[in-house]
């Protein structure tokens, strides 16, 4: 069935995103493909990855797993969010490597596998998931994999930074396992000191730029293009919309595209979203409806109903123009896209 609706997904980009985050890194990188992908698609992500090389896919909960399915033998698939007490089944039974949060997961681990492979989340001042560092003597006996902990404030130049390093430091030193990973995206953007030896990136894979220091390095994978409904004038003194905040000064073009809040193309887009017809900039206006948006096309007199127009989806410039983080525009795209993954 046709959509009037797609995303272009670029396979070349998200893989050499990845290859740019682990040579910047110096150690292997993993992939955060957790919430679908971050939206994009979890299992055409992690096939395109596992080939470009990535051999460590963390997701946050079992039922991510499932879904993604087997990776391969030679692959961790890691659980964030390690093993909740209605998920004892689940983690007996999947390959995958839950990330041990709490004390009351330890006890769980060791009900169910007590000598299998496990990852820890220490926490070194995030204060959302972790064991508190007074608490890794429950650790003992367990066969840890990889220690891991999480920056609060990696996209920013906070002291926070250096006190995570400084403590996690600590924590590899008392605490034996193969391998210690700090670093997401925006960490790796940190330097050498951060990498340890495995990254965690998710959202500079997807096109996200965490730091000016991947600004010119991180390629945009996800493109939107939508199809024009309708094409008309309106008059000088009508309104356009919803709440008629947009009122013409003059005769205005409109291009009316299908595309719309339900699709994750948000409010806050009213009146500031920029959308491209070729090489034209066409603005927003008035507000974005459910399923319609207006485009001011006075500059594009060839442009007319069936015609494709791509939404300007640059994720740091749209970040910066809606209030939205890089992280919601990704996460925020409905299930009406024709999802096109292209090499
Ligand atoms: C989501 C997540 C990541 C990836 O973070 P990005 O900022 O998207 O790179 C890394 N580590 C943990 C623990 C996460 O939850």
Redo the contacts with the bound molecule.
């Keep these: 069935m046709h959509r009037p609706l797609r995303l272009t997904l670029d396979r070349g980009a998200l893989a050499q995103n990845w290859r740019w985050l682990q040579e910047r890194a110096g150690v292997p990188a993993g992939a955060?493909v957790?919430a679908n992908g971050y939206g994009l698609g979890a299992r055409e992500a992690a096939a395109t990855l596992l080939a470009a090389g990535c051999r460590t896919f963390?997701v946050s909960t079992y039922a991510e797993a499932i879904e993604l399915g087997p990776l391969g033998e030679d692959v961790s698939l890691v659980v964030?969010h390690g093993i909740g007490a209605d998920e004892m089944e689940a983690a007996a039974q999947s390959t995958a490597r839950p990330v041990l949060n709490s004390v009351a997961q330890v006890h769980r681990w060791k009900e169910i596998a007590p000598t299998r492979a496990c990852d820890v989340?220490v926490d070194t001042g995030m204060n959302r998931l972790g064991l508190r560092t007074e608490e890794i003597a429950v650790l003992d006996g367990l066969a840890i994999d990889t220690v891991?902990s999480?920056l609060a404030c990696a996209d920013e130049d906070s002291p926070m930074n250096g006190q995570q390093l400084q403590r996690f430091r600590e924590v590899a030193a008392e605490l034996p396992a193969k391998c210690y990973s700090l670093a997401?995206?925006?960490g790796i953007c940190l330097g050498l000191d951060y990498s340890f030896g495995l990254v965690?990136?998710?959202?500079?894979l997807y096109g996200?730029v965490?730091r000016r220091e991947a600004e010119g390095h991180i390629r945009q994978v996800a493109r939107i293009e939508t199809q024009i409904v309708q094409r008309r004038t309106i008059r000088v003194g009508e309104s356009c919309g919803y709440g008629a905040t947009f009122v013409a000064g003059r005769d205005t073009e409109a291009a009316i595209v299908n595309l719309g809040y339900a699709d994750g193309y948000l409010r806050g887009f009213s009146a500031r979203g920029s959308d491209f017809a070729g090489e034209f900039a066409l603005p927003v206006l008035g507000r974005v409806s459910m399923d319609l948006v207006a485009l001011g096309c006075d500059i594009a007199a060839d442009l007319k109903e069936g015609d494709w127009v791509e939404i300007n989806y640059d994720l740091p410039t749209v970040s910066a123009a809606s209030g939205l983080s890089q992280?919601e525009l990704l996460t925020v795209l409905g299930s009406r896209f024709e999802r096109r993954w292209v090499d």
């Design positions: 955060a957790k963390f964030l989340m891991h999480h997401n995206s925006a965690r990136p998710g959202l500079a996200g965490p992280y």
